[in-house]
């Protein structure tokens, strides 16, 4: 074969080679060259739930409410303050307490409350967000269960 067969694989190589050293290059500069630096601080409050998803089981359809309550503790330094409880369904309410601030190594609940009225059988899972200032941010919890005729 004659030398430019190879040639092309070479120049491919080689430009390859030219990106990566150009990108390492970029890499390099943004992460050292940068003059203004920033500090992230740390809420150190920290929520911890005992746990997160509870099964109602078999619900009857009968107009009487479900309800569950969520423990969770404060396990970091700082006090934690719970901000929102928001619920995606109308059938599903949540409210938390204490309304203040708990303190580091205290605990609180958000109790769930589940309304089958006007609803027809069915295998239900309903989401409840917990919206708070904790360094792990916003958490999720979930009731689930099955609805059936009395």
Known sequence: ????????????????NKIIFASLAIATICLTGCK??????????????EDTLYDYGKVTIDGSKEKHSFVFHNTGSEPLVINK?????????????????????????????????????YNFEKGIIVFSNAENGSQSLTVKGELVWK
């Open 1 to 16: 074969m004659p030398e430019s067969s190879g040639a092309p694989f070479l120049f491919k190589m080689e430009t390859r």
């Open 36 to 49: 203004h630096k920033v500090q992230v601080t740390s809420n150190n409050a920290h929520i911890e739930f």
């Open 85 to 121: 409880v928001a619920t995606y369904c109308g059938c599903t309410e949540a409210d938390y307490s204490p309304k203040s601030p708990i303190l580091a190594g205290e605990e609180g609940k958000v109790t769930v409350t589940f309304n089958p009225k006007g609803e027809t059988p």
